[in-house]
């Protein structure tokens, strides 16, 4: 089992900044797969990004692309979500996942386990 715990969300305006953290306890955290989904209002869940357990290599949707960055500190087993230039459109609950054993890193619905979520408000 993994335990996953959200923080960081909160109300910011256009143009601005926060960070997401994913706080990850459980099963080791350095062979996973940690990725981030939103779901936004009257939307579908989206795979926002992700940071493969091995290698290094990042994903991202092309609409955060440019804009956002993942990253962990495995000896803090943290995942860290940076959003800037945030848009209204990203106003949404952001999820934390760990995926393991599988390779499709940017499709939300093979991620074994996902924290609660922390809403994102976006004002315009």
């Known amino acids: 089992q993994v335990q996953l715990v959200e923080s960081g969300g909160g109300l910011v305006q256009a143009g601005g900044s926060l960070r997401l953290s994913c706080a990850a306890s459980?099963?080791?955290?350095?062979?996973?797969?940690m990725g981030w989904s939103r779901h936004a209002p009257g939307k579908d869940r989206e795979f926002v990004a992700a940071?493969?357990?091995?290698?290094?290599?990042?994903y991202y949707a092309d609409s955060v692309k440019g804009r956002f960055t993942i990253s962990r500190d495995t000896a803090k087993n943290t995942v860290y979500l940076q959003m800037s230039s945030l848009k209204p459109e990203g106003t949404a609950v952001y999820y934390c996942?760990?995926?393991?054993?599988?390779?499709?890193?940017?499709?939300?619905?093979?991620?074994?386990?996902w924290g609660q979520g922390t809403q994102v408000t976006v004002s315009s």
């Open positions: 996942g760990a995926m393991y054993g599988s390779n499709w890193y940017m499709d939300f619905r093979k991620y074994n386990y």
């Open positions: 459980g099963r080791t955290f350095s062979s996973a797969t």
């Open positions: 940071d493969r357990w091995i290698g290094s290599y990042t």
